[in-house]
């Protein structure tokens, strides 16, 4: 007899029993268990936001003791007509003056006058020498070769010393401009005809003589010349990169100017404030994670959990250990509030970096640190100290991935629990579903056979009657 017709007979042992009978024995013993995972899920799911923050306060810390924040540096000119500085990292911090006399220019010569860009250079074939500083290039030509072609051809065998160009000037007048690539002197340049190789080149460009319009130099070839601090110097580019380690000074005009390289403070504040923002994300997530109250509605997921609540704990308390007897950081501008939370007074911050930028380096990110009474200290630096502390959590396999194990763990068996319990109920409730369908066809045995009595006593009665 199927289940589903449970209770046909006797109409007392049907399945809405067995269902009633079975949610009380759920809520009893998978009703719990679901509640447990559900608590499982919802802690594995706030455990993955605060993970992620805690990732992102230990990147922002390797961030500072990796890349040399403190070496970053901006320089400044008090005339940016006259120079433009740029300064790497680690560059020496310091001030000078630049007094520009002369910009390095480019040799740019000009030949004669052709009627047209298409009007030969020569009356035979023959070769010409161009000449740029101490390079020489052969170029061979012959009674077709235009101005324009020898244009290409000198780009072609002498573009990396010398660009060619036709210029018209006026109507009737094109002229060849030679214009060497480098500035500075040793970039003189010069044709002339190869002799005893035809020697057909017009006069035009040949030098000028004074009665033939020829070759003439319409900017000569000089050095730069500046007064670095007073002290004399020529380069033969203006981009002078030699000078100062790190520093490239490039020269736009004549005329004085003060520069000054520093410590970038703008990008130093903004890198320390990432960490900052990092650091406070998570600490404000873990005061909600970690909340007491009453209220179970009010109750923080970790309330009760050692692990997130001592991790809340170090990462306050370390702020007010590290600095490894230099300081505090409330000294230089970091301050703690009673939430635990940081933040930057740049102000008091850049003061320190002004008074004494070394130190300050060395407090934060390690070195020699100067104290007040002239001693000097060597320091493992704050954000070190901080990693150190944060990668105890937040490092491959330490205390957050066992946490994250532990969870899974939990749920996994959580999970085994309910499964056993549930089958334990099918294979229950499958035995008594049997015992009510036989219990039900004695019953409704007993149904028919008490009808059949009746039947019988019922006509004994009306025969005697």
Known sequence: MGVSSLGAGSNILTQDVLDQLRAADEAKFVAPLDARLKTEKDKSAAFDVLDAYMDNVYESLKSLTEYG?????????????????????????QDFS???????????????????KDTAIASGTGKLELSVGSEKFTINYDATTSIDDLKNLINKSAGDSVNATVVQVA?????????????????????ADVVGAGEKLG???????GTTDGMINIQ???????????????????????????????????????????QNTEHINERITNFVDKYNSAITQLNTDTKSSQEASERGIFSSDSTIKGMKSSLINMLSIVGGGAGK???????LDVDGRLSLDSEKFNAKLVADSTSVQAFFVGGSFTKE???VLEVDGVFAEMETEVAKYSKYNNTLDQFRDSIKTRYDSITEQK???VARLNASYAIQAKRFAAYDLIINRFNTASDMFSQMINAEIAANK
Do not use: H, M, W
Request: charged residues 25%.
């Open 419 to 421: 499964e056993k319990a």
């Open 329 to 335: 950081i409330e000294d230089f501008g970091l301050e």
């Open 69 to 93: 924040v403190f070496e970053s540096r901006t320089a400044s000119s008090s005339n940016d007509n006259i120079v433009e500085v740029v300064a790497k990292d680690s560059s020496d911090v």
């Open 203 to 209: 006069d035009q460009l040949l030098p000028d003589t």
């Open 220 to 262: 000569p070839a000089i050095d730069a010349s500046f007064k670095f601090n007073g002290v004399d110097i020529t380069r033969k580019s203006n981009s002078v990169d030699d000078l100062l380690s790190g520093v490239t000074i490039t020269l736009k005009d004549t005329g004085t100017t003060n520069v000054s390289v520093q």
């Open 171 to 191: 109507d009737g007048d094109f002229r060849l401009l030679l214009s060497a690539v480098n500035t500075g002197t040793g970039q003189e340049i010069s044709i």
């Open 98 to 116: 630049l007094e520009v006399t002369d910009l390095a220019t480019k040799e740019i010569t000009q030949s004669g006058s052709f009627l047209t």
């Open 373 to 375: 009474d002239g001693s």
